[in-house]
């Protein structure tokens, strides 16, 4: 019975952690089906920045025919919207946050790696927020313009007293409100792209960079060739070139730590100069760069990093190529939240096995203790 009760024991602490193994591959982000807002068929508009976007990613492959049908789609309806209802906004200020409202009412915050992915599913992020938002404003006659953060995007604008303000569109709920740019939510960083309002015409550039590495290598090395002429002092572009070339050179590396002293924000950069100080068995130095980057930065490229000199991370590592997690931050919650329920159902089952054992003691004491009684008396 006792041997039962071990085996019982052990097997629960088997199912247990099974469980949350399972718990960790199945949680991650949530999975919207694509969606149509309105009856209509969607038709590309190319005078329309959201609809270009679109399709470049059908161009590129990336998308069904299904997707691009419902972003078009959607995006036509919201802008329809927003030409309908806030065309007597007295101001920019108050265009923005009419338009950011209605933005608000159809796509909800969620970030996603294609345009196309989220506008046909109802959700959004900053750089599709502005991308929508630079349409409608275009629709209106309002001049407002992109602005990039580190790992960010939001609005700039003058304001009818010829002062410059700033647009954020995802807070509060992908509503919008004024930019409070001395918050944490905004990267510091001294590099001149970052913080500069940036014309259309380099948007695009812009998300085909975001996308690349959506494509296959051969596709993806030609795209950064094309783009260099236009793009070869972006900071953006040269994180993605570094991360594509196949040799890093020394002198590669002295150039990159040079960009980190103005672009300190640069978590590709730090990646691929610490892959560079791994390669080369100089794990101090590449801990010390990947330190600097915050957990809830430090996605599966940075994780397969720390991978390489560190155990608990090598876990981590496989964690994140087994499941839907996306950062460092988000495992290590999980597994936080996880083992705290596995703790708690052990001692559970330890206090249960233990009243079951104490209860077949006595029994089998009893018993032992009748039987003597009986014994003595036959006597």
Request: proline fraction near 3%; glycine fraction near 4%; include cysteine.
């Amino acid at each position: 019975m006792l041997f039962r009760k071990k085996f019982l024991f052990l097997a629960l602490i088997f199912i247990t952690g099974s469980a949350g193994f399972i718990a960790l591959r199945n949680t991650g982000t949530t999975e919207h089906p694509v969606q149509m807002m309105s009856s209509g068929l969607g038709e590309p508009d190319n005078t329309l920045l959201t609809h270009r976007i679109i399709m470049t990613d059908q161009n590129y492959g990336l998308t069904s025919g299904e997707e691009v049908q419902a972003a078009l789609s959607n995006t036509q309806f919201v802008l329809s919207k927003i030409t309908k209802q806030c065309s007597s906004s007295r101001n920019t200020g108050q265009f923005l946050q009419c338009a950011n409202n209605i933005l608000g009412e159809h796509f909800s915050y969620q970030e996603t790696a294609l345009a196309t992915e989220g506008y046909s599913r109802g959700i959004s992020d900053c750089d599709l927020n502005v991308y929508l938002l630079l349409d409608a404003a275009r629709l209106l006659n309002r001049q407002i313009n992109i602005v990039y953060a580190p790992g960010h995007a939001f609005i700039a604008y003058t304001d009818e007293n010829g002062q410059p303000q700033f647009w954020e569109t995802i807070e509060p709920d992908n509503h919008g409100q004024p930019a409070e740019l001395w918050t944490s939510g905004y990267a510091k960083t001294l590099h001149p792209f970052f913080y500069t309002p940036q014309p259309e015409n380099k948007i695009e550039k812009i998300y085909q960079l975001y996308i690349s590495d959506k494509l296959p290598e051969n596709e993806r090395i030609h795209l950064l060739s094309a783009l260099h002429e236009t793009l070869q002092d972006n900071p953006l572009y040269l994180s993605a070139y570094y991360g594509n070339k196949k040799d890093i050179t020394p002198k590669d590396i002295s150039h990159l730590l040079y960009l980190l002293q103005s672009d300190t924000y640069s978590f590709d950069k730090k990646i691929t100069t610490a892959r560079y100080f791994n390669n080369n068995k100089s794990y101090q130095r590449a801990e010390t760069l990947l330190n600097s980057i915050p957990e809830h930065q430090c996605d599966i490229k940075c994780l397969e990093e720390k991978a390489k000199y560190s155990i608990k991370h090598k876990i981590f590592y496989y964690i994140i190529n087994n499941s839907n997690y996306e950062t460092e931050h988000a495992i290590k919650g999980a597994v936080e939240s996880i083992w705290i329920n596995i703790l708690m159902l052990l001692a559970f089952t330890s206090i249960l096995i233990i009243f079951l054992c104490r209860k077949e003691i006595a029994e089998k004491y009893n018993n032992y203790h009748r039987g003597r009684i009986h014994h003595i008396m036959r006597k």
